[in-house]
């Protein structure tokens, strides 16, 4: 449905509203797509449209609902557009819905949420609306609108309304602009409380011990549970994709299973696998403290356990990934059967499902049958790797939406040395620990140790050192510091040890240093970069997914805007992306891990705190004062999910860039990928939970 508007500007206006009443019987999730038709699309400082907004609709009253429109180009404006889209059939669904659409306004109002830059949003202390580690550091910010030189601020019990502690508010100069900072470090007693300063006051949060991020956890699970593929969820969608099936050697294996892999209904089977991992590892970290956390956590990573077995075709190959849209209609020999869920055999998916299934033989409790199978099959999928790397050596995937193939050699083998390190726990055999220490030899022979702009510690792709190691969208970046602290652990004694710790050491070192690039804010920067990298163009063509034809232009339009280090090299704060695959949740949170990981290895606070700081700002501590984490904190987003609607817990992609810049953009438009719901996203927050 569209309302012609003849080229009319709404310059003057910043917000469009609409009345919506749908008539969708059987219908559990009901969502329309708001179009913006501009005859001049984009320009210098505008969003080029490039989607709709999904309005997440409840059925039978009237929805009124509003999309803020200052960051569109709007002088000519040729129709809003309204559209609803049938993607399948849920087994509730009627034969016909109508919708009922009035009250189309353009409005403006006073303060439109701030959508662009590093400034904060005015009027509010940008904190962490969860909280803050009691042990730890404790900072907020306020903009240079609300920010008076000198001025105290003031930290209040929640309960009591007394003030706790007092504080200077401290006038901060960085890379990325000028601020006032409010630090509260050394205040360390548990409680709730708020912060006050220049008449702002902040809700309620915590300053507690880990803890404190449980209930965070128990939304994420909550998410991660609807997201349930072959399962019927409550209020979601009856069993779903039991007529999607891969076809191997003959025979039809059921796709059924796992989790969706984000707002549509996709699905990866080593996403799936990472998602095990991270619920595992929270497990574990939460037995005493937490057992029914730790119980429940356990109880959906089996959900995820069962899948990834049953995708095993033998020899190697493993049913691997199926982009889809649409629901099924559940009948074998109907017009929705699909059999052409993707499969391949390749060494490095081996490896990284040996590492999780080994890892998850060491910890399930509840099943001494499936653990015992699962170690079985660890060694089963370990073997195919090394079969597979022997013959046809790195590579191998059969597409670009594989959510594994932008893998590095050094990654590669990262994972080959830890996934060697998991069988040699549970298994003492020698010849798993030997394989570990070979394969991390040429891991160390990809770092940079020697500094470039004051930066080393870093990986490169390979030895060669031609291109350094980015994410830009699913991010394995832990996986070094997995693979050589399991090494310093598992081998204590061996004489590399120290080399394999001097290599962790050094890697903190550089994530303390990419922490000045935006100061004051915790967000790790995406990191530092060579300015000739798509000459690369293996490595370069590997890691951008389906790149425009002048790339190599953006790559370097995109690096004017980075920090130069040294000739040759700059920092960037977001990852350098050129089309829907942009948003960097995954990618600094994979980085916190890594921070995680070393902080507790090395008994290193600040590390810690790094870790911590990934935490902070997706639950609150960016520019835009908002959670990233539907229901979770005082402000969130309404995020993308056209399969499943709402859903408390569910996470986005991340924050993006506008155009060529590195500053962070978080338009209210909510299209994908940047706030798209990602399954991705939600294990890694557990992951990075299980190290602080």
């Known amino acids: 449905i569209e309302l012609p508007l003849a080229g009319i500007s709404l310059s003057d206006y910043n917000r469009v509203a609409v009345d919506i009443v749908p008539d969708c019987p059987g219908c559990r999730v009901i969502t329309m797509t708001l179009g913006f038709i501009n005859a001049t699309a984009g320009g210098e400082g505008y969003n080029a449209p490039t989607g709709d907004h999904m309005l997440v609709l409840e059925n039978g009253r009237t929805n009124r609902c509003y999309l803020e429109i200052a960051d569109f180009r709007r002088d000519a404006m040729q129709a809003l557009r309204l559209n609803f889209s049938i993607n399948g059939r849920d087994m509730t669904t009627a034969e016909s819905v109508s919708f009922k659409i009035t009250g189309v306004v353009a409005q403006r109002i006073a303060e439109p949420e701030r959508v662009s830059g590093w400034q904060p949003q005015a009027g509010k202390i940008i904190h962490s609306m969860t909280g803050y580690d009691a042990s730890g550091r404790k900072t907020a910010i306020i903009s240079t609108e609300n920010f008076k030189k000198g001025a105290d601020f003031r930290l209040v019990d929640a309960a009591t309304g007394a003030t706790v502690f007092t504080g200077r508010i401290a006038q901060a100069a960085t890379t990325i602009g000028e601020f006032g900072v409010l630090d509260f470090s050394e205040f360390g007693r548990p409680g709730e409380f708020r912060l006050e300063a220049g008449g702002i006051s902040t809700p309620t949060f915590r300053i507690s011990g880990s803890s404190m991020w449980d209930d965070s956890c128990w939304k994420v699970l909550n998410f991660i549970f609807c997201m349930r593929c072959g399962y019927a969820v409550p209020g979601v969608h009856s069993m779903c994709h039991i007529d999607l099936n891969c076809s191997h050697e003959g025979k039809l294996y059921p796709y059924m299973g796992g989790w969706h892999d984000a707002g549509d209904l996709s699905q990866q089977t080593m996403q799936t696998g990472d998602v095990v991992f991270s619920l595992l590892e929270l497990c574990e970290a939460r037995r005493k403290s937490n057992p029914a956390l730790a119980a429940r956590l356990q109880e959906e990573a089996l959900w995820g356990l069962e899948f990834i077995l049953r995708t095993r075709l033998g020899g190697g190959w493993h049913a691997s990934s199926m982009g889809l849209l649409i629901w099924q209609d559940g009948i074998h020999g109907s017009h929705d059967d699909i059999v052409t869920v993707r499969k391949q055999d390749v060494a490095f998916d081996n490896y990284l499902y040996a590492a999780y299934e080994a890892y998850a033989a060491r910890v399930i409790d509840c099943d001494p049958a499936l653990a015992e199978h699962l170690a079985k099959v660890a060694a089963e999928d370990y073997r195919y790797a090394e079969e597979k790397f022997a013959r046809d050596g790195f590579g191998g995937w059969i ?12 990654q590669h083998m990262a994972t080959a040395s830890w996934a060697a390190s998991q069988l040699y ?27 470039v702009g004051g930066l080393s510690g870093f990986f490169y792709r390979n030895p060669s050192k031609r291109s350094v190691v980015h994410f830009i969208h699913q991010s394995r970046e832990q996986i070094y510091m997995q693979a050589l602290v399991e090494l310093c652990k598992s081998q204590p004694q061996h004489e590399k040890c120290s080399e394999w710790r001097t290599a962790v050491s050094d890697y903190g070192k550089y994530l303390k240093n990419l922490m000045k690039y935006t100061a004051p804010y915790g967000m790790l920067a995406a990191g530092i970069y060579r300015d000739d990298e798509y000459a690369d163009t293996e490595a370069f063509y590997a890691l951008h997914l389906f790149p425009p034809q002048d790339a190599p232009a953006q790559f370097t339009a995109q690096s004017n805007h980075g920090v130069r280090v040294a000739p040759g090299y700059f920092v ?54 908002q959670s990233l984490i539907y229901g979770e904190g005082s402000r969130y987003p309404e995020l993308n999910n056209f399969s499943s609607g709402r859903i408390v817990g569910a996470m986005p992609v991340g924050i993006r860039t506008l155009a060529d810049t590195d500053e962070p953009y978080w338009p209210q438009i909510n299209n994908a990928c940047y706030k798209e719901v990602w399954l991705t996203s939600a294990g890694k927050w557990l992951s990075l939970i299980a190290e602080v």
């Open 399 to 410: 597409s670009p939406y594989e959510h594994t193939f932008n893998t590095s050699e050094s």
């Open 425 to 451: 726990q549970l298994t003492g055999d020698e010849s798993y620990a030997r394989d570990a220490v070979r394969y991390a030899d040429y891991v160390l022979r990809c770092r940079c140790d020697t500094p």
């Open 572 to 625: 960037k704060r977001f990852p350098i992306w050129f089309n829907i695959y942009s948003g960097n949740l995954p990618v600094h949170i994979s980085m916190g891990k890594s921070a995680g990981i070393c902080g507790n290895f090395l008994h290193d606070d600040e590390l810690l705190d790094i870790a911590r700081e990934q935490l902070y700002w997706t639950v609150g501590k960016n520019p835009f004062a």
